[in-house]
C-alpha cells in the first residue's frame, strides 16, 4: 500500500510540475519534494495523528524540501513549493463539500468546508512557519561571523 501511495504522489507533483510550466531538469525534484511531504502526512495520519496537524508539519517538511532543491539546484523556491503541496491539498473534501451543498445536507457540508478551512490554513502555516524559521537562521548566521 505505501508504494502505491509513494508513486502516485510522485507522479501527481511531477504533473503539476508540468502544468505549472516547472523546468525539465527540475520535475523529478518535484515530484519527490510532494512524495516526501505526502508520505510524511500518510504516515502520522496512519499513526492516529488528526488531518489538521498531520498536514501543516508535512507542509513543514515541503517548505524545507524546497528550500534545500531551491539552494541546490539555484532555482526559485515557488517552483518546488507549488509542485510539492499539490498531494496535500483537500480536492476531494471540497468536492464533497459542495455536494453536500447541493443536496441540501447543510449540516455535513457545513462540517466538511470547516475542515478545507482548516486544511488550508495548516498548509499556508506550514509553509510560513518554515520560512520563518529559514529566517532567522540566516539572521543568527549573519550574526555569527
Not at 2 to 12: D, G, K, P, V
Not at 87 to 113: C, K, W
Request: aromatic residues 10%.
Amino acid at each position: 500500500m505505501i508504494i502505491t501511495q509513494l508513486i502516485t504522489s510522485f507522479i501527481a507533483s511531477s504533473a503539476f510540475g508540468v502544468l505549472f510550466n516547472a523546468p525539465r531538469n527540475a520535475l523529478i525534484q518535484c515530484g519527490f519534494v510532494g512524495m516526501l511531504g505526502w508520505i510524511l502526512y500518510y504516515l502520522l495520519v496512519e499513526r492516529g495523528m488528526d488531518v489538521v496537524p498531520a498536514t501543516t508539519i508535512a507542509a513543514m517538511l515541503v517548505a524545507v524540501l524546497s528550500h534545500s532543491c531551491s539552494k541546490y539546484y539555484k532555482m526559485p523556491i515557488i517552483i518546488f513549493n507549488v509542485s510539492g503541496i499539490i498531494p496535500l491539498v483537500p480536492g476531494g473534501v471540497a468536492y464533497n463539500a459542495m455536494r453536500h451543498f447541493v443536496e441540501n445536507d447543510y449540516n455535513t457540508a457545513i462540517q466538511l468546508s470547516t475542515q478545507v478551512m482548516l486544511l488550508a490554513g495548516g498548509i499556508a502555516i506550514g509553509l510560513m512557519f518554515s520560512e520563518v524559521v529559514n529566517q532567522v537562521m540566516r539572521k543568527i548566521g549573519a550574526v555569527g561571523r
